[in-house]
């Protein structure tokens, strides 16, 4: 596990980089297709829900770096208050560069108010592997992270093909300044690996849920993973119904791949767990 957390981070500082590249009129676009679609079910102005999506990303995405980071410097620390705020400054001073970086994108600038956000995030992403270590209760946590993943999973995939194509190349366009490959097969590596970690993230959120509840790491293996592939199943069956998209057997199966992967970075958590807890005994005796 010590070699995932450093590649998740990495992962989400350079996803992070990437969309504070996204010129002005790109990013406002896709901020403005969720707000839409946020609108069929709450009465809300545009503008103002345009607002809160772009603050929330914010949010969650500090809170996944700043998590990823806490889960790293776990195995080096073993003061739980110190890897909180280590992670929480590291994380935070990332989201201050990314604002500055922000400055010189067109159509984008800085804010201290989007920094403070930021920070926020990142605290909220430390205190959860905090109270990990200190064995409290995060169910409700787990529910919330799980449902609103399978929520934007279930927009993007509700994305006409010329809009989610957009958005797609415009990661592919910045990959293509350091990876010499084609468009088309980058393109498709890009969305499929999004597919896949999108669902590794639910099958992880569904399985940390579930732990409360079932006993059997094993179990909460499979119950996470099959509850997830399920949902993968009805999401490509969503597609079916939008404008340039189409289901594919592949999908489904990268995505019940990513699921079982998420489930299984639990189920070795669990098992961890549980070593250290008999050591602990072991100990005391």
Do not use: C
């Not at 809300?44 to 772009?54: C, G, K, M, P, Q």
């Not at 592949?250 to 669990?270: C, E, P, R, V, Y």
Request: proline share 3%; glycine share 4%; charged share 15%.
């Amino acid at each position: 596990m010590k070699i995932l957390w450093p590649l998740l981070a990495i992962l989400t500082a350079a996803l992070l980089f990437l969309s504070s590249s996204m010129y002005g009129d790109v990013s406002g676009n896709a901020s403005l297709i969720l707000a839409r679609w946020v609108q069929r079910f709450i009465p809300i102005s545009e503008y103002t829900i345009n607002f809160l999506v772009r603050k929330a990303a914010h949010f969650f995405l500090f809170a996944l770096l700043a998590h990823f980071i806490a889960q790293i410097l776990k195995y080096h620390i073993k003061n739980p208050k110190a890897v909180l705020l280590i992670a929480w400054i590291a994380a935070s001073a990332y989201g201050v560069i990314d604002e500055i970086h922000q400055f010189f994108v067109p159509g984008r600038d800085s804010s201290v108010m989007d920094m403070a956000i930021n920070s926020a995030g990142a605290l909220f992403g430390g205190v959860i592997v905090y109270w990990q270590i200190q064995r409290k209760q995060l169910k409700i946590l787990w529910l919330i992270l799980a449902v609103a993943t399978a929520t934007l999973t279930l927009f993007f995939s509700s994305m006409p093909e010329e809009e989610s194509l957009r958005v797609s190349l415009f990661f592919v366009h910045r990959i293509q300044r350091f990876v010499e490959l084609g468009e088309y097969p980058l393109n498709f590596l890009v969305r499929k690996s999004a597919q896949f970690f999108a669902y590794a993230l639910l099958a992880h959120f569904i399985a940390q849920f579930a732990a409360y509840y079932i006993k059997s790491p094993k179990a909460v293996l499979l119950t996470a993973w099959i509850i997830s592939s399920v949902l993968g199943v009805v999401d490509e069956f969503n597609q079916f119904f939008i404008p340039g998209r189409n289901a594919s057997l592949l999908d489904i199966g990268i995505n019940s791949t990513g699921a079982l992967f998420g489930a299984a970075i639990t189920f070795w958590i669990i098992k961890r767990h549980i070593q250290t807890h008999k050591e602990e005994i072991g100990e005391t005796t």
